[in-house]
C-alpha cells in the first residue's frame, strides 16, 4: 500500500490555507497525470521569510510512506513503479518485495548502453540490437532472524534529503518489531556510488544478479554480447585496507564486469562491510549492522572509450566511499538536495496535489543533473532500469515533456542535460535526413538510442535510394511511407526555452540556433506551394501517434513558432544576424504558410481532412 503524503497526519492546524481534509491518496503508479487548479498558492523564495522556513517540515509532509503486510498480497510493492527509488542523475535504484525477508533493488545507471556504433564490428544500423539501453543488476538483501517471523515492513522516501528507508517488521506473541532498518541514498557528488545502511537485530545477507545485455527486442541476426563475469570473495585484511574498509570488520566483496563486443565494458563492485565475528554463510555475511556500497562504472560512455577499466574505475569510487564513510557522505548529499529544494517552492492547499508536485520535483532532482559529476539527458528510463520492449529515447512527447518542469522550478541547471546532448549529436541529426538536405538540414527519428540517430528500426523512417540507410523522409514516388517531422523543432522549443529562462547567449549561438536554423530547413525543402492560392503546405506526415495528413496541425504550429523565432531572434536579440540571407525566406513562410486545417463540426483538425475521433495515452 503506497501513501501520498498527508497534511492532517503531521498535525498542520485547521486554520492553515495548506490544511486539507481531503482523504489521503492511495496511488499505485507515480506517473498517473493530475490536473492542478488551485485557488490559491503561497510561494516562498529566498529572503527573510526562508530563514525562520522549515523546509525538512514542510516537504516531511509529501513524504510517500509504504506499509504491507504478507498476509494481504496486494499490499506488497511487487513492480518497479509501486516502489521508493532513489537516483542522483547517474545511478539509481527502486525497491521490490518479493518474499517474506527479501528486499530487491534493481540498480540502474544512465549510460550503460550497447556501443555497436556505424561502422564498428557487428552494427546493423538497428536501434535494438546497436544501441539500447542496458541493465545493470538486481541486489537482494536477505534479512534472516531464526527466532521471529517477518509479517510486512513499512517504507518513506524522505525527500528532503533523498533517502529512502526500508523496515522489515517481525509479530511475536501479538507484538510486532521492526527487525531490520535499510537506509539507502544515491550519492549525490559520487555519481557511481549507491550507498546502503542497515541496522536491526536480523542479519543480513546479499546476493546479486547481473543482467544480461540481450534482453531487448533485438533481431534475430543480434550477436550477443559476452555473459558477465562475476567473482566474490570475504575479502583479505590487505585487501580491506586497500578498499579502505575498517580493519576490525569482515568484508565481502564482489565484482560484475561485462564486455561488450564494439569494446570497452561496464563494472559493478559491491562491497559488505560487517563488524568482526558476525560470521560467514559461503559467499554471504550476516550480522546486525552494516555497510553495502554499490558501484557502476563504465569505461565507454556515450560510445567513447575512457582508456580505463571498469573494474578499477568501480573498486577506486567503492574504497573512497568506505574510507569517507556513510556520515560524511550523506551530510553532502542531504547538503545538495536541501541547496535544490531552496531553488524555489510552491505550496497548494490540496495534500494530494502538492504531494504528487513535490515527487515530480524529486524525480527530476534524482534523473538528470548537469554538473561536474554528470550531465546525461533522460531517457524513458533515467537512472533506474526496468526491461522493456522501448530501451530508448521517445522524442514524440516524452523527453519533451520530462523537461518542462524544471525551468518554472528554478532548475534550469537540469535542462542543460539536454542541450549538451543535443549539441554533441549535431553531425547525427543532420545525417538524419537524406544526403541532398544535409549541407543545411537535420532531423530527428520518433525513437532513438544515446546518439540519436535514425535506423531502420526507428519508428516511421523511410529507405531511400534503394540503399540500407533510412532517413526521416517521406517520398510517395520513392515508395516511402508515413513519418514525423516535427519532433526535433519539439526538441528546438525546449533549448529555446533554455534560452529563455536562463538567457544564455552562449547556448542561442551554439545550440538553440543551428538545431532551429537546420530543422526550420528541412522544412522548407519539403514544403510546396499552391499555384492558386500562393499558400505554402507541407507534406504527408504523422501527426505523433495518431494520424498521418498533409498540413498536420503539429508540424504547422511547430514551424510557424520556428521561422517566427528566427525572425525574432536575427530582428531583436542578435544584431549580426540581420544580414542574414535566410532572413528574407523565413519572413515569407510568416506570410504564406497556410492555415490551421479547421472544419465546421469539430474546430481544429489533426491534419487537412483528418478529424480527432479518438485519444491516445
Not at 523522409?473 to 515508395?479: I, L, Q
Request: proline share 6%; hydrophobic share 40%.
Amino acid at each position: 500500500m503506497f501513501t501520498l503524503g498527508n497534511f492532517e497526519k503531521i498535525g498542520v492546524g485547521q486554520d492553515s490555507p495548506c490544511h486539507s481534509t481531503r482523504p489521503t491518496a492511495m496511488l499505485r503508479s507515480f506517473e498517473r497525470h493530475v490536473t492542478v487548479t488551485a485557488c490559491a498558492m503561497m510561494i516562498l523564495a529566498t529572503g527573510h521569510y526562508a530563514e525562520a522556513f522549515d523546509r525538512t517540515s514542510y516537504l516531511g509532509r509529501s513524504d510517500p510512506v509504504w506499509e504491507w503486510n504478507f498476509a494481504d498480497p496486494s499490499s506488497i510493492p511487487k513492480l518497479w513503479f509501486e516502489g521508493p527509488f532513489v537516483g542522483n542523475g547517474m545511478v539509481g535504484a527502486y525497491a521490490t518485495i518479493s518474499s517474506n525477508n527479501e528486499v530487491i533493488f534493481e540498480i540502474g545507471r544512465v549510460d550503460l548502453w550497447d556501443v555497436r556504433l556505424p561502422k564498428s564490428d557487428y552494427a546493423e544500423n538497428r536501434l535494438y540490437s546497436d544501441t539500447p539501453r542496458l541493465g545493470c543488476g538486481t541486489l537482494r538483501l536477505h534479512a534472516l532472524d531464526d527466532n521471529l517471523k517477518i509479517t510486512g515492513g513499512t517504507a518513506r522516501l524522505y525527500l528532503a534529503n533523498a533517502t529512502m528507508k526500508l523496515s522489515l517488521i517481525a509479530t511475536a506473541k501479538n507484538v510486532s518489531v521492526t527487525v531490520l532498518d535499510i537506509n539507502v541514498i544515491a550519492a549525490s557528488g559520487r555519481p557511481e556510488i549507491l550507498y546502503f545502511q542497515t541496522e536491526g537485530s536480523a542479519a543480513v545477507n546479499f546476493t546479486f544478479t547481473p543482467r544480461t545485455t540481450d534482453e531487448t527486442r533485438s533481431p534475430s541476426t543480434y550477436v550477443k554480447n559476452p555473459a558477465p563475469n562475476c567473482t566474490s570473495e570475504i575479502v583479505s585484511e590487505d585487501a580491506r585496507l586497500r578498499l579502505g574498509a575498517d580493519r576490525a570488520s569482515v568484508t565481502h566483496r564482489l565484482i560484475c564486469e561485462q564486455q561488450l563486443l564494439a569494446g570497452g565494458g561496464f563494472a559493478t563492485a559491491i562491497v559488505h562491510e560487517v563488524p568482526e565475528g558476525a560470521g560467514t554463510d559461503g559467499n554471504a555475511v550476516g550480522t546486525t549492522t552494516g555497510t553495502i556500497v554499490v558501484s557502476v562504472a563504465n569505461s565507454v560512455p556515450g560510445g567513447v572509450p575512457t582508456g580505463q577499466s571498469a573494474t578499477n574505475l568501480a573498486e577506486a569510487a567503492v574504497g573512497s566511499a568506505l574510507t569517507d564513510g556513510w556520515e560524511t557522505i550523506h551530510a553532502a548529499h542531504t547538503a545538495w538536495w536541501l541547496r535544490y529544494w531552496g531553488q524555489s517552492m510552491v505550496s497548494v492547499p490540496d495534500a494530494m496535489v502538492e504531494s504528487f508536485l513535490q515527487l515530480q520535483l524529486y524525480k527530476a532532482g534524482s534523473a538528470m543533473r548537469c554538473d561536474d559529476s554528470t550531465c546525461w539527458a533522460y531517457d524513458l528510463q533515467g537512472p533506474w532500469f526496468a526491461p522493456s520492449r522501448w530501451p530508448d529515447y521517445h522524442w514524440d512527447l516524452n523527453v519533451q515533456m520530462s523537461y518542462w518542469l524544471v525551468l518554472p522550478a528554478n532548475q534550469a541547471q537540469l535542462g542543460y542535460s539536454l542541450a549538451n546532448m543535443v549539441q554533441r549529436n549535431l553531425p547525427t541529426l543532420a545525417a538524419s535526413v537524406p544526403p541532398e538536405f544535409q549541407h543545411d538540414s537535420a532531423a530527428l527519428a520518433a525513437n532513438t538510442g544515446f546518439n540519436q540517430k535514425s535506423t531502420c528500426d526507428s519508428y516511421l523512417v523511410t529507405a531511400v535510394h534503394n540503399t540500407s540507410l533510412c532517413y526521416e523522409y517521406f517520398n510517395a514516388s520513392n515508395g516511402g511511407g508515413p513519418v514525423q517531422l516535427g519532433d526535433l523543432p519539439w526538441v528546438a522549443h525546449n533549448l529555446w526555452l533554455q534560452y529563455r529562462y536562463t538567457q544564455n547567449i552562449t547556448l542561442l549561438r551554439e545550440v538553440v540556433l543551428p538545431v532551429l536554423r537546420k530543422s526550420m530547413q528541412y522544412y522548407m525543402h519539403l514544403m510546396t506551394e499552391n499555384v492558386t492560392t500562393g499558400r505554402l503546405h507541407l507534406p504527408a506526415a504523422q501527426s505523433p501517434e495518431y494520424a498521418t495528413a498533409p498540413d498536420t496541425n503539429y508540424d504547422l504550429a511547430l514551424f510557424r513558432w520556428g521561422v517566427g523565432t528566427l525572425v525574432h531572434v536575427a530582428t531583436h536579440v542578435l544584431p549580426d544576424l540581420r544580414g542574414d540571407p535566410d532572413l528574407p525566406k523565413w519572413q515569407n513562410v510568416i506570410e504564406r504558410l497556410t492555415d490551421f486545417p479547421t472544419d465546421s463540426e469539430t474546430g481544429l483538425l489533426i491534419g487537412d481532412g483528418v478529424q480527432v475521433s479518438l485519444f491516445c495515452a
